[in-house]
């Protein structure tokens, strides 16, 4: 059974740095797979964040470009998100998310929203 669990939301001013974490546990790294974040706001539709994929190749929303890392250790089988320089427009809850299929590109499109599994989410609150 898989599980993502994720950790490290707070509430920061703007300008400011949090470090999200996504613990995953039965979770295989297969041949095509895409891991990252999204992002969802209050009234507003999920937001594809950042996701890495089997080649090692990165993919950032532009919002987030320059701002937010993502990096995983795959030995503790962690996915991380670094995020710097937060605005409040980052304000939402964030969620890690893994794919189960076999679509090319694996973090092509909405890749959360294609049947794989997803955390609980952790908030992320930036005040101005």
């Known amino acids: 059974q898989v599980q993502l669990v994720e950790s490290g939301g707070g509430s920061v001013q703007a300008g400011g740095s949090l470090r999200l974490s996504c613990a995953a546990s039965?979770?295989?790294?297969?041949?095509?797979?895409?891991l990252g974040w999204f992002r969802q706001a209050p009234g507003k539709e999920r937001e594809g964040v950042a996701a890495?994929?089997?080649?090692?190749?990165?993919s950032y929303a532009d919002s987030v470009k320059g701002r937010f890392t993502i990096y995983q250790d795959k030995a503790k089988n962690t996915l991380y998100l670094q995020m710097s320089s937060l605005k409040p427009e980052d304000t939402a809850m964030y969620y890690c998310?893994?794919?189960?299929?076999?679509?090319?590109?694996?973090?092509?499109?909405?890749?959360?929203?294609?049947?794989?599994?997803w955390g609980q989410g952790t908030q992320v609150t930036v005040s101005s």
């Open positions: 039965g979770y295989t790294y297969y041949s095509r797979y895409c």
């Open positions: 890495i994929d089997a080649r090692a190749t990165y």
């Open positions: 998310a893994a794919t189960s299929d076999y679509a090319w590109p694996p973090c092509g499109g909405n890749w959360f929203d294609r049947g794989g599994y």
